[in-house]
């Protein structure tokens, strides 16, 4: 498979395409919901920030960046960005999917700027689970890594709260504000360590198909910072290489839970399970949101189709695969070499695709064959229903696993 592969979302319609970007950015958001409830039960509260604080420090600059290139708002000069491209760079990251993380931006000049939450998502998940919870969310996590999104755009970039949670009085809105300064006295932000590895993966380097600047719509997001960004706007081409870009966000980010694990783990087997379990959880809540999304069949052709599409078989370059009418088949590819999910996966394990398909329809299951130079999933249907597994209801807990969007304007904003 080639890095010019043609994407697997290119089948898909413009209308059907803004949506499923929508989709895939709040499921990259909810891969915390499912990996962290199960680092917290290995490992303990506080160990959990650290690994949060890892996992997102290790990957945002890398696909932050790549998203500016890919839609032609890169700084001039690399590192000298401004606050209207750290805003852009926000819209389209899976640690800030639209209205889930409902962010409000306010542009003062091209170095100063702020930001509230008239909604925050991850906040409505974890205060329930008290002050500890959110502490370590809005403070403790946030802190860094905040800082380690803005370093993609400019190191002197500082994001510094005005208020933030615990909210004071309760219920409080907005949920948080903060303030984005750039200013040359700041110190230069420090990248951790595990960032310059997952640099070198092969997500870091894939190389995707260029955007078509000839097709209907939006090739680039080189104009005004918008309010809200209206992705039907984006051209089919640009959403396609949107999506794909998504996806990888996704597999960086997961690289970077597994860079923050490994030294903490005790065992090779320890590793295994809780990165297992992660993706069992995505897999089932990604594929009830995309099959919901798109209106998909519940049946095996409707399922073959899931399983095409979904997050963890993507992009087409990173993830070799080939679909029929009833099955896929699974070949060597980039993502074997960074240990992405699809790694994980095969004739002796393929609990993920099994929650996908059951998303669609409990009735559906896989059976899965070794090949000599790969692996053939094919979807049946069985006669009773499968229960929905465990790692999947914990993500459920999540206000992100039934989070409707709504239709929105969008308006450029301008300095004030």
């Known amino acids: 498979m080639t890095p010019s592969a043609r994407s697997r979302y290119t089948d898909l319609t413009r209308e059907e395409l803004a949506e499923v970007v929508r989709e895939l950015l709040l499921i990259g958001q909810l891969i915390d919901r499912s990996g962290m409830a199960w680092c917290i039960s290995a490992f303990g509260r506080e160990e959990m920030l650290r690994i949060a604080i890892v996992e997102w420090a290790a990957a945002s600059p890398i696909y932050t960046r790549r998203m500016q290139v890919a839609l032609g708002y890169a700084p001039a000069v690399p590192g000298q960005g401004d606050v209207p491209t750290i805003f852009k760079g926000l819209q389209l990251d899976i640690g800030a999917p639209p209205q889930f993380m409902d962010f409000r931006y306010t542009v003062h000049d091209a170095r100063h700027g702020e930001f509230h939450l008239d909604h925050c998502g991850a906040l409505m998940d974890v205060e329930p689970m008290g002050e500890e919870y959110v502490r370590g969310m809005c403070h403790d996590i946030e802190d860094p890594t905040f800082d380690a999104t803005a370093i993609a755009t400019h190191p002197r970039a500082q994001v510094r709260p005005v208020h933030r949670p615990p909210r004071m009085p309760a219920g409080r809105t907005p949920h948080c504000r903060w303030t984005v300064v750039i200013d040359d006295s700041h110190p230069e932000a420090q990248a951790i360590a595990e960032l310059a590895v ?74 295994l399970d809780i990165r297992r379990k992660q993706l069992v959880g995505v897999a089932g809540i990604a594929g009830s949101r995309l099959a919901r999304a798109l209106s998909l069949p519940p049946d095996v052709k409707g399922a073959v189709r899931l399983l095409a599409l979904h997050p963890m078989l993507n992009p087409a370059a990173y993830v070799a695969v080939e679909a029929d009418a009833d099955a896929l088949v699974v070949r060597p590819s980039p993502a074997d070499e960074d240990g992405a999910w699809v790694s994980l996966i095969g004739p002796e394990w393929f609990v993920p695709l099994r929650a996908a398909v059951q998303s669609l329809d409990p009735h559906l299951d896989v059976e899965v064959t070794a090949l000599e130079d790969g692996w053939r999933a094919e979807v049946v249907r069985r006669a009773e229903p499968a229960a929905e597994a465990s790692e999947v209801a914990v993500v459920r807990f999540s206000t992100g696993a039934d989070f409707a969007f709504e239709p929105r304007r969008s308006l450029p904003i301008t300095p004030v």
Do not use: K, W
């Not at 092969?202 to 005004?224: F, K, Q, W």
């Not at 959403?239 to 990888?248: K, M, N």
């Open 198 to 271: 997952n640099e070198r993966s092969r997500a870091a380097l894939l190389e995707l198909a260029p955007i078509d600047p000839a097709d209907d719509g939006a090739a680039d997001y080189a104009g005004p910072l918008l309010a809200d960004l209206d992705l039907a706007g984006f051209s089919h081409s640009a959403l396609v290489r949107i999506a794909d870009e998504v996806c990888l966000q996704m597999a960086l980010l997961d690289r970077g839970f597994t860079l923050a694990l490994e030294p903490r783990a005790t065992s090779p087997e320890q590793l």
